[in-house]
Each structure stands twice: as structure tokens, then as C-alpha cells.
């Protein structure tokens, strides 16, 4: 038996294909923008803010050729903290932007094996998102370079194929981005544009087997229910190289933490890409198509790229003039408590906590110093949920009164670790150095 309609209160239905575009679907997204979690009551939210990031008529430096020169910054006063914001079947988050709606999670959230899926940040490039999905109705489209194209109803991927689950972070490229210095465009995230989910569906391995992939192909590409809202933004399709798609371990998944997908983190289905950064997890994902020659639009060819070398580092006065499309993440850590401005009581037992996680070869060990640098301890790490998955640590601390700088630091498996500064390009992508934090003891 099919699921109910599933839609955000005050939205009207919203089917598959052929994607409306009434009025009365602009309406309701407007309807989507006002409504408050839980009880629903009415948000008047602030006026719309633009996402930065989005592409435009004229690139933004962070699209444009890498040896273009960065345009000169104007001074300006340090941006407000972001205000805390609820949206439909999501508990207060950071708001970023509105349109498209962009939330950040808070630290206290990630003192869990697995990230809420209520408190699990929100990322979207085009304006026009779906609030709203017919089950019923909703197909995924396969096609491309196979011997036969598919058209698969949700009822039919999750009683058709093996349902499997992998417990993997999903870290947006840009997690960290407004402590790039000197700044640069694109959405200020701060460390909140991360999480940890269980992720269960379809083997993509299993889909392209289905389809029987045609001899010759190179790349598979994705697209989803988002769109923009002018007829010249690009759409948001991305690709991966065939043997990435085919290696069994992409999924794309119809269930996070054992629900269904919430409709901001991607309902009714999101590509699931363990190990890479966020922006190959296609959400409202809707087609896919086999490609027997390399693929080529902006979100591949502009935007999301970084310069071609190990440390994916470039400077302000020279540029890279090669850049790649980002891909694996990098071993980091991330303190979560105690949060920056927190006041820690003195003389007393005092855990430190955080999450330390890599591209999937798994955490080796994380070490914690609470004198900025000068001496480090051994963390004790918490569950291991599979190489996908962050780990948890934890640093006993009884502090005596007085000002510390708390830092963590993480190695994986592969014998990567946390460097002691920061990696700058044009987009601040991939930032994983070791990050202090002052705290207050009294």
C-alpha cells in the first residue's frame, strides 16, 4: 500500500512529471516559506535572502576561469549571527538564506552517533524546490546509453531490489567556508553544514544491472525536482564517473535514520555517494542517465572545483590556473563541546567532546590539547559505525581557572592527518584544519 501524499502543511500537491509551472506551486512554496515546525503556526520569516553561491547571468569569481583574478573585496562590517529559524518538519536551525532555504546545524546537535533528522542541515542551489510529492505518481527515470530505459515507481525499488544501508557523513564542500581568510563568496557556513545518517535503499550497482549498460560508458548523471527560477540559472545536474557509480556502494536512498527522507533533505529519494562531499548527493533525485562521453554543465565544469593539487590550495595573488572537480573529503575534526563563548565550571570533571571522520578509511585517533598546541593526550573514541561514519570522542578535563585554547586533532587509517593551518582557494572548499577554540574556566 502506497504512502499518503506527502507534502509540507499549506502546500498544495505537487506531482512528478511534467513538473508544474502555475502560479498556484509558486503560491505554495511561498506557503512552504512562512509555516513554522511542529504546530505549524505561521513564521513571518525576514525578507528573502539570496544564496550567493547560486549561479548568475555574470560568474561570480568562485565560477569564473581559474586564472581570473579575484575581485577586490569592499570593507564591510562583520556579518550578524545567523538567527535560528524553524522550518517544516525541521526543528530551529541556522538560517542562511530563505530562497533557497539553506540551514545550518547547530554544535549540540552532533553529540550523537547519528544526527536527528530534524536537526540535519539543509542545502539547495535553485530556488524552486518541490514542497511537495505524489508517491503514487513519482517515478525515477533511467536512461541513457542502456539496453533498456526504466521508469521505477517507489513501490517498485523498494520491493524490487535488496534494500541496503550504510551509515555515512554528509558534509556540504563548503562546511566551514566564512573562516576563510581573507573571505570569499558563497553561502558563510560555519561548522554546522554536516551530519551523520543512516542512510537504506537501492544499490545504483543494482539499477545500471537492471538497465543493462550498454559497452562504452564513461559517466552517469543525475538530476533532481529542483529548478530555477529563471530560464537562464543552469540545472542542477551532476555526474559521476562510471566505475564510482557502479562500485555497489552509491545508493540511492528512499530512508534516513529509518524514516523516510524529510522534503528539505531530499524526499523522496537522494543520492547517497559515501565518502564524497555533499554536492554529488543529488537530492529529489528524479533521473538518471548512462553517458558514453564525458558530460558537460556548470555544476561540473565551473562550478564546485578546486585546484588540482593535494592540498586543493591556492593563494588570492595566484590563482590556479588548473582546477578538478572536488570529490573526496578530508580527515577532520570538529570540537562540539565545549562550544565557542561556552564558560566551563572550574576545578571540576569536564568532557570534551567532538567527531573526527575522513573519505572512509576510517579513524586511526584523535588527540585533544587544551593549551593550544603545546602538548596533546589521546582521545577515547566512541562506537564504530562503519568507515563511512564519524566517530565520537571524548577527553576527560578537570581545568582550573583561567582562559584555554582547545584544539582536536584527528588521523585516519590511511595515515592522513588534521594540518595545523588552513589550505585557502577561491571557494573555501574542503577546510579541515586543526581548529582552536578559546574557552572560558571560572
Not at 521505477?152 to 531490489?161: N, T
Amino acid at each position: 500500500m502506497m504512502p499518503p501524499m506527502r507534502a509540507f502543511k499549506g502546500s498544495r500537491p505537487r506531482h512528478v512529471a511534467p513538473l508544474p509551472r502555475a502560479l498556484d506551486d509558486r503560491l505554495g512554496r511561498r506557503a512552504f516559506l512562512g509555516l513554522a515546525a511542529g504546530a505549524g503556526a505561521g513564521l513571518l520569516l525576514p525578507a528573502c535572502r539570496r544564496d550567493e553561491s547560486a549561479p548568475r547571468p555574470s560568474p561570480s569569481p568562485s565560477a569564473s576561469q581559474a586564472h581570473a583574478a579575484p575581485a577586490p573585496q569592499p570593507t564591510a562590517p562583520a556579518p550578524a549571527a545567523p538567527e535560528m529559524v524553524a522550518f517544516p518538519e525541521k526543528r530551529e536551525l541556522l538560517l542562511l538564506t530563505d530562497r533557497p532555504p539553506n540551514l545550518e546545524s547547530p554544535l549540540a546537535y552532533f553529540r550523537e552517533d547519528l544526527t536527528p533528522n530534524d536537526a540535519f542541515f539543509v542545502r539547495w542551489h535553485l530556488a524552486d524546490i518541490p514542497t511537495s510529492v505524489d508517491p503514487a505518481t513519482f517515478r525515477l527515470k533511467i536512461g541513457g546509453h542502456l539496453e533498456s530505459e526504466l521508469s521505477l515507481s517507489l513501490d517498485e525499488l523498494k520491493k524490487g531490489f535488496t534494500p541496503v544501508s550504510v551509515v555515512a557523513v554528509c558534509q556540504c564542500s563548503g562546511n566551514s567556508r566564512k573562516l576563510s581568510s581573507p573571505p570569499v563568496p558563497g553561502g558563510q557556513w560555519g561548522h554546522g553544514a554536516v551530519g551523520n545518517a543512516r542512510w537504506t535503499g537501492v544499490r545504483l550497482k543494482d539499477l545500471l544491472k537492471k538497465a543493462k549498460v550498454k559497452p562504452g560508458a564513461v559517466e552517469v548523471s543525475f538530476d533532481g525536482l529542483d529548478r530555477g527560477v529563471l530560464p537562464a540559472t543552469p540545472d542542477f545536474v551532476k555526474t559521476l564517473p562510471f566505475d564510482r557509480a557502479n562500485d555497489g556502494e552509491v545508493l540511492v536512498a528512499y530512508e534516513m535514520n529509518g524514516e523516510p527522507l524529510p522534503m528539505l533533505n531530499g524526499f523522496p529519494l537522494r543520492l547517497v555517494v559515501p565518502g564524497w562531499f555533499a554536492t554529488y548527493w543529488v537530492k529529489a533525485l528524479s533521473e538518471i542517465a548512462v553517458l558514453n562521453e564525458s558530460f558537460h554543465g556548470f555544476w561540473m565544469d565551473k562550478g564546485y572545483r578546486v585546484p588540482k593539487n593535494a592540498a586543493m590550495a591556492e593563494t588570492p595573488g595566484e590563482l590556479a590556473k588548473e582546477t578538478v572537480p572536488i570529490t573526496r573529503m578530508v580527515v577532520r575534526s570538529l570540537l562540539v563541546r565545549p562550544e565557542p563563548g561556552e564558560t566551563v565550571p572550574a576545578g571540576a570533571p569536564y568532557e570534551i567532546e567532538g567527531v573526527a571522520f575522513d573519505a572512509g578509511s576510517g579513524i586511526k585517533r584523535v588527540e585533544v590539547s587544551t593549551d593550544g598546541g603545546k602538548t596533546w593526550g589521546e582521545a577515547k573514541l566512541g562506537a564504530d559505525l562503519g568507515k563511512y561514519s564519524w566517530r565520537r570522542f571524548r577527553y576527560a578535563w578537570k581545568p582550573s581557572g583561567g582562559r584555554y585554547t582547545v584544539m582536536t586533532r584527528a588521523t585516519s587509517n590511511a595515515g592522513e592527518t588534521q594540518p595545523a593551518t588552513a589550505g585557502w582557494n577561491r571557494s573555501g572548499y574542503a577546510r579541515n584544519m586543526i581548529e582552536p577554540v578559546d574557552v572560558t574556566v571560572g
